[in-house]
């Protein structure tokens, strides 16, 4: 059965630097979506990307954070300058309409120390 | 001052009896509605969704009822397994075929809790 994979499944960084989070979406889907979900607090939605541009993205999304599509599989998530409160799971999800179910990844844990 | 996590309601059942688990949806509008469970340390998993011109929609072991009057969602699993404890999401999709892609807003869950 295809499935959404991330990379890595842990990621500890340093206050300031970057990271980017990896995504192959289920190969078929056209609709791709970030959410991420602080320790113990539900998920919430952070930007939504097709036909390689954002669709819509959350107060979350601000200009510290950027998505893209570099080539037919990958799915990326850019934190430029983290910060201590980005410390959370993120997960990535793809859907083949953009109005189903959407499938979700394992999520990358992100600890910003 | 310093943020807390949500506390998480907690549903405990015994292995063999019926679930149900509540949620209240915030948007009116909405007109899809999922079910997610979530594993320790795993992505939510699609378990059934229902479109908002159904009441009920049944699936293996679960039932979803809508009441859109009160804007409620109800899960119900029947037969309640030990694998089935986790913790489960609603969560509601305001469809716009002109713009919105459909992105999620989630509940806050609720933790099933299954005792052998």
């Known amino acids: 059965e295809p499935e959404v994979t991330q990379t890595p499944s842990h990621q500890v960084t340093q206050m300031g630097q970057e990271v980017i989070l990896r995504c192959v979406p289920i190969?078929?889907?056209?609709?791709f979506y970030w959410y991420r979900q602080i320790l113990g607090q539900k998920v919430e939605f952070l930007v939504s990307f097709y036909n390689n541009e954002i669709s819509e993205k959350s107060e979350i999304f601000d200009d510290q954070f950027s998505v893209e599509r570099p080539d037919g599989s990958n799915f990326t998530l850019k934190i430029r300058s983290t910060k201590l409160e980005d410390s959370a799971m993120y997960f990535c999800a793809s859907s083949e309409t953009g109005i189903g179910e959407q499938f979700f990844g394992p999520g990358t844990r992100l600890t910003v120390l | 001052g310093e943020s807390v996590g949500l506390h998480l309601p907690t549903l405990s059942v015994q292995e063999g009896d019926n679930s149900i688990i509540n949620c209240a949806y915030s948007?009116?509008?909405?007109?899809?509605f999922i079910w997610y469970k979530q594993e320790s340390g795993k992505g939510p998993q699609f378990i059934i969704d229902?479109?908002?011109?159904?009441d009920k929609r049944q699936g293996q072991r679960v039932t979803v009822l809508l009441n859109k009057t009160v804007k409620h969602l109800s899960l119900q699993i029947a037969a309640t397994q030990p694998g089935d404890s986790a913790v489960y999401f609603c969560?509601?999709?305001?469809?716009?075929?002109?713009?919105?892609?459909?992105?999620?807003?989630f509940g806050k869950g609720t933790k099933l809790s299954v005792k052998p």
């Open positions: 969560a509601e999709i305001l469809t716009n075929y002109g713009g919105s892609q459909g992105n999620l807003i």
């Open positions: 190969s078929n889907h056209l609709y």
């Open positions: 229902i479109r908002s011109n159904m």
């Open positions: 948007n009116s509008a909405s007109d899809y």
